[in-house]
């Protein structure tokens, strides 16, 4: 785990309200450690300022970059003025503040809770998660769509690879339910994240039972029973076939927008069935990889 900075840098970004997901999803991608947004807005300003909280002041270049980025796969204006704003925040009490709110979610038979959380088990796997300064807390709804396709379709004994682990939520539902024995991998292109996705993983108790490697699905070789991908639909596009030939059974795609649910899914191979699951602007797709979904399999 990483020390705790003296200091902390802001960036604050001022759009209008259905603005705010976009500017959240950016300097999410930018490795902020949290963000909030302005919940009482100066009267008459039409304005919400979106704060993210970094350890390191971020390249202003980035912090452009994925603002542009995120502009695009919102298709909002491609003019818009974002107003950012580089801040030092001396106090850190705004983490404590946010730790407030952060509540515990379930999906299925997952809890994901923060360390400090106490939760009661019923029954339920509590998934530990330290906020920190990778994707995956479990308050996203494409985490939580995935939480969703996995507690339905992956099964106990059953090997599991997640492209794009972040904080490695995902590999670690899927190892605290995996039973004995069964190969349970996770990469991520960000090495930060695997080493993130690490401790998160010890702290849940399954450190031993996860393959983690820094890089892609070229850095982990092999088939696996179920594959998650948890990107975004332009990652997804380009490495589609390759993610569809490493799911023997079922590929869980998500980080698709509503609005782009139909050029991921008209990218499938024909016969494979599928089914979307929807929150808010989000989709995830479970593709049906395995017997009965795919053409060669159905062949005599
Ligand atoms: N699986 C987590 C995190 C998803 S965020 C969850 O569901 O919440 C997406 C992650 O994918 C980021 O950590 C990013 O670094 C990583 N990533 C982006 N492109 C990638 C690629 N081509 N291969 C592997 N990981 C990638």
């Not at 399954?206 to 948890?230: P, Y």
């Not at 479970?286 to 399999?297: A, D, K």
């Amino acid at each position: 785990m990483k020390a705790k900075p003296e200091k902390w840098y802001a960036v604050s970004v001022s759009v209008p309200p259905d603005h705010v997901e976009a500017v959240e999803f950016a300097l999410n991608s930018l490795d902020s450690l949290g963000s909030e947004v302005e919940m009482f807005p100066q009267s008459g300003s039409a304005l919400l300022t979106v704060t993210a909280y970094f350890s390191s002041l971020p390249d202003g270049s980035s912090v452009e970059a994925e603002l542009r980025n995120a502009a695009h796969a919102y298709r909002l204006s491609p003019d818009l003025d974002f107003n950012v704003r580089h801040t030092v925040v001396e106090d850190q009490d705004w983490l404590a503040e946010w730790k407030k709110w952060w509540k515990p979610v379930e999906i299925g038979r997952f809890v994901i809770a923060a360390p400090w959380h106490s939760v009661e088990g019923d029954g339920h796997v509590i998934i530990r998660i330290e906020p920190n300064m990778a994707f995956g807390t479990g308050t996203h709804e494409t985490t939580q769509l995935c939480l969703a396709a996995i507690d339905a379709n992956y099964q106990s004994g059953q090997s599991m690879l997640d492209v794009g682990t972040g904080t490695g939520i995902l590999a670690i539902a899927a190892a605290m339910t995996a039973g004995d024995g069964a190969r349970i991998a996770a990469v991520d292109t960000d090495a930060d994240a695997i080493a993130i996705a690490r401790t998160n993983a010890e702290l849940n108790a399954v450190g031993g039972r996860i393959e983690f490697s820094a890089g892609s699905l070229d850095a982990v070789k092999g088939r696996f029973d179920v594959v998650s991908a948890n990107l975004t639909a332009d990652v997804i596009l380009p490495i589609l076939a390759d993610l569809i030939d490493r799911a023997a059974v079922k590929l869980i795609l998500s980080g698709i927008l509503v609005e782009q649910e139909e050029m991921v899914t008209s990218a499938l191979p024909k016969p494979l069935s599928h089914t979307v699951t929807r929150a808010g602007e989000w989709v995830a797709i479970v593709v049906e990889t395995g017997p009965g979904g795919s053409l060669h399999l159905a062949r005599p």
